[in-house]
Nanobody
Framework: QVQLVESGGGLVQAGGSLRLSCAAS????????MGWYRQAPGEQRELVAA???????NYADSVKGRFTISRDNAKNTVYLQMNSLKPEDTAVYYC??????????????WGQGTQVTVSS
């Protein structure tokens, strides 16, 4: 089991920045992929950004060039730096950790979420 605790959400004006952190309860070097998802009211949860153990990254088109995901294995923490925020970025942001055995998903863990609100 992996417990994930997010922090860093809040209220910011459009054009501002926030940095989200996700602290894991165990070493994340054994976690194959960690990511950030978000869910706005009335919308489905969507992938924002993901990072593999080797450092490969993947971003939603809507955040490319504005958001940066990174991981610090020594601190068991994943970060999401969000710049040039827009009102449409408003959502609850969730941290996710996935563990694969070969190509089979054997662990899928979620944090409790942190609210990000961007005012216009």
């Amino acid at each position: 089991q992996v417990q994930l605790v997010e922090s860093g959400g809040g209220l910011v004006q459009a054009g501002g920045s926030l940095r989200l952190s996700c602290a894991a309860s165990r070493r994340i070097f054994s976690i194959n992929e960690m990511g950030w998802y978000r869910q706005a009211p009335g919308e489905q949860r969507e992938l924002v950004a993901a990072i593999t153990g080797s450092g490969g990254t993947n971003y939603a088109d809507s955040v490319k060039g504005r958001f940066t995901i990174s991981r610090d294995n020594a601190k068991n923490t994943v970060y999401l730096q969000m710049n040039s925020l827009k009102p449409e970025d408003t959502a609850v942001y969730y941290c996710n950790a996935k563990k694969f055995l070969t190509s089979t998903l054997v662990g899928d863990y979620w944090g409790q979420g942190t609210q990000v609100t961007v005012s216009s």
